[in-house]
């Protein structure tokens, strides 16, 4: 019984020394994929005015030190013709079907109009934001909406990245008064709509193109300053 023993204890390892002497390959089991990389030409944001000519700079697009920027895919909404805020989007797919993508912002512009884009800077007690994007639209019967009269205080500001979840934009209908101050007409469905919104004092000044607001937001003062957008 002990001679069997022996025999089987020799075998085991004759077999565990000949497992690890076979040749280990990884060879066809794993490979490197190289992800595209892709440059912004010019500013990733892009001022033009309604009605002119929009010239994309473009972008440069390399793989694995090889110019690939002729394989770059690009989708644009621009147009000049509308005021807004439109996108130009760039993307490339290597051999593995991994993709990169990088995108530009272009403001069309209403440059020296009420109905404008604008930079929203917006204080409510301590807090204060700045660069939020704010859009003036013309409703066609000489009334406009201002898409959010807080000028981005909670969508840009408090809880930016909340939204489409939650909607932080205080869209309002106002008029334009001829001596250029602000009128409210009423504020849409928002996250806050229960709250009390009101206009204290409202003013465009038609040389800068800025539209200053005193507002009353339940009971307490809150400040907007919209700057019109421009070209640099």
């Keep these: 019984m002990k001679k069997n023993y022996l025999y089987l204890a020799m075998f085991a390892l004759v077999a565990l020394f000949a497992t690890s002497c076979e040749k280990v390959t990884t060879e066809g089991l794993t490979r490197i994929t190289y992800y595209p990389t892709i440059t912004v030409l010019g500013d990733a944001e892009t001022v033009v005015n309604v009605g002119e000519t929009y010239t994309d700079a473009g972008c440069s697009a390399m793989l694995n030190g090889e110019d690939v920027t002729e394989q770059v895919v690009v989708s644009s909404d621009v147009d000049?013709?509308?005021?807004?805020?439109?996108?130009?989007?760039?993307?490339?797919t290597n051999e593995d079907g991994f993709s990169s993508s990088a995108s530009r912002t272009v403001y069309v512009v209403n440059s020296g109009n009420f109905n404008n884009l604008y930079w929203g800077e917006s204080q409510f007690g301590s807090r204060h934001y700045y660069n939020a994007p704010i859009c003036i639209s013309d409703n066609g019967d000489g009334t406009y909406q201002i898409d959010d009269i807080l000028g981005g205080f909670y969508f840009n500001g408090r809880y930016p990245g909340y939204e489409p979840t939650y909607d932080f934009h205080a869209e309002a209908d106002v008029t334009l008064e001829a001596d250029n101050t602000i009128t409210l007409l009423g504020v849409g469905s928002w996250y806050f709509e229960s709250e009390p919104l009101a206009i204290v004092t409202g003013t465009f000044d038609s040389t800068t193109g800025t539209v200053s607001l005193e507002l009353d937001f339940a009971g307490d003062p809150f400040y907007v300053t919209l700057t019109p957008i421009t070209k640099n």
């Design 80 to 92: 000049t013709d509308a005021m807004g805020i439109y996108t130009v989007k760039y993307s490339v």
